[in-house]
């Protein structure tokens, strides 16, 4: 399983980004879908999961109301639409994928097996 983040940069404080990632080398459909995000000196923090098949999705307290994930299980993408950015949002953004997970969990990064590159959004002030 290989996964490709993109669709970071540099946004001005109350903008918007929309984070994509592709899964390639099995079946998309089959993978819980994960957002997380590092910023510098800090431990990696749950932004958000979506099921297999877009019925659910949970997300991080600090995001939420803000943030959005879907899927689109046609185009192996998972997505991450950011609304009202700032400053605090500033981080490397992770996606993150896993067979064998069931509703009650997702929320930890020791849930997921599969881990994208990464890609940076800087939010200035």
């Known amino acids: 399983v290989q996964l490709q983040a993109c669709g970071g940069g540099l946004v001005q404080a109350g903008g918007s980004l929309r984070l994509s990632c592709v899964l390639s080398g099995r079946t998309f459909s089959r993978y819980v879908m994960g957002w997380f995000r590092q910023a510098p000196g800090k431990e990696r923090e749950f932004v958000g999961k979506?099921?297999?098949?877009?019925?659910?999705?949970a997300y991080g307290d600090s995001v939420k109301g803000r943030f959005t994930i879907s899927r689109d299980n046609a185009k192996n993408t998972v997505y991450l639409q950011m609304n009202s950015l700032n400053p605090e949002d500033t981080a490397v953004y992770y996606c993150a994928a896993d067979s064998q997970l069931i509703a009650s969990s997702g929320w930890r990064e020791s849930d997921y097996g599969y881990w994208g590159q990464g890609t940076q959004v800087t939010v200035s002030s």
């Open positions: 979506i099921s297999r098949t877009s019925d659910s999705t």
